[in-house]
């Protein structure tokens, strides 16, 4: 028998384990799984969304999505295994191209700056 999934059974069953998990799992084994470009259109939307998000909305401690980064998402979020560089061609064919984050200054301490300064000692002239 072929079995048409929709987009939000799918996700929630690659999401969470339950009914629709249990389901999309005895019919992988028992019968022909099919879909459509629309449902794969769909599925490919919600995972742009994602990305679209910056890291740091989703929980994540980067502040730019790189190959690494996303296959991580992709298992703890979908369930679903992508390599690295499987990743970063996905970047690619959804539009996204390839920045280096900044780096991050460190911020000093006012009062160790001062502290630490070297100053004149009052009644001394400079040079003497």
């Not at 991050?104 to 001062?114: G, L, N």
């Not at 004149?120 to 002239?125: L, M, S």
Request: net charge positive; glycine share 6%; aromatic share 8%.
């Amino acid at each position: 028998m072929r079995i048409v999934f929709d987009t939000n059974v799918l996700i929630a069953a690659v999401v969470a384990s339950g009914v629709c998990r249990d389901l999309l799992e005895y019919c992988t084994e028992n019968h022909e799984l099919v879909t459509s470009d629309y449902i794969l259109g769909e599925l490919r939307e919600k995972l742009e969304r994602d990305l679209r998000l910056h890291p740091r909305d989703l929980g994540y401690e980067q502040n730019l999505w790189d190959g690494k980064l996303l296959s991580h998402h992709l298992r703890q979020r979908y369930a679903t295994e992508l390599g690295v560089r499987q990743c970063q061609r996905l970047f690619r064919s959804l539009g996204f191209r390839r920045r280096k984050p900044r780096p991050v200054i460190a911020q000093a301490d006012p009062e160790a700056q001062r502290a630490f300064k070297k100053t004149r000692r009052a009644g001394r002239k400079p040079g003497a």
